[in-house]
């Protein structure tokens, strides 16, 4: 039996848990599979584990500033869609068995409707000035990431005297 | 004469490659110092607004501006003010991404020592704050354009 590939409505709230190794084996699995088969997920969990590694080296780097606001807004419709089908499904489950004739009739009607147009993938808007840091180190400074909304420019702010940044 | 048209597309496309593999990528370097208040520079006015949101500073003003043609896994080295040094290797393009290697260094110190990949034409900033340009900051601008 081929394996159902995780889809990114399903991946995405769970990236965080991903990260901090908090998922079940399984779990951990497919999300590792989805990551590798998704650009925009692969990038999301990089910035993730960057921050992540930061922010465990220098306790002051600043979590806040990581603009996750695009990725929000673009998954935001498929998060609600997904939530509306669970809800669908739980309440079909619970339904007496003449809920069951009415599940065949509306299958088939939905059937003999045609092809339905299939929901494009989730793409998450690429900034012009996006950058993902893979791998960041510093010389006894203080330093922070800061990421500007609109355009995704991102600053490395660091303090080479160890004092408290601007 | 099949042949000889055989021979000249794969000659074409061997050198179309390697010319491809030899073009560097442009990096470009600017060292602008951020302050309280004073004139700000006026090839910066479009960004400004930008530069404050992020570093809370008012006034920009160039010091520098180096743009320079980098080859692939070759480390560069671009002077600025007050003896620091930003080295930057191109390692490669994916997908619309400039992999770099990036460090700015202050005397044997390295400030900052990063990866990172960056949007092709699109710039990041790093900021140095230290006691050469108080109660102002460094900021370097890099960009990269293939």
Sequence with gaps: MAERVMTCEEAAPLLDAFVDAELEGATLIDVARHAASCRACDGTLQE????????????????????????????????????????????????????????????ALFFLSGPQQATPPTRVAVRPNQAVIERIDSEGGRFELRRERKNGTTLIMVSAMGDDLP | ?????????????????????????????TAVEASYDGPSDPRLLNMRPRLRRLVGYRAFRVLQDEKRNCAWQSLAAFSLPGGRLVHVMPKGMRDG??????????????????????????????????????PGILLIMLKAVE
């Design chain 2, 97 to 134: 991404e400039v992999m770099m290697h990036v460090q700015v260094v202050n005397g044997p110190r390295s400030l900052v020592d990063t990866d990172l990949r960056l949007q092709n034409r699109g710039y990041m900033l790093i900021g140095v704050d230290d006691d050469v340009h108080a």
């Design chain 1, 48 to 107: 993730r584990i960057a921050l992540h590694e930061t922010l465990g080296r220098h306790g002051r780097a600043d979590a806040d500033s990581v603009d996750l606001s695009g990725l929000w807004t673009a998954l935001e419709p498929q998060l609600a869609q997904a939530d509306a089908r669970r809800a669908w499904r739980r309440r079909l489950r619970s339904a007496p068995v003449w809920g069951g004739a009415l599940a065949i009739a509306a299958s």
């Design chain 2, 1 to 29: 004469m099949r042949r000889v048209a055989l021979v000249s597309i794969c000659v074409v496309t061997v050198l179309s490659l390697t010319s491809r593999q030899a073009v560097a990528l442009e990096v470009q370097i």
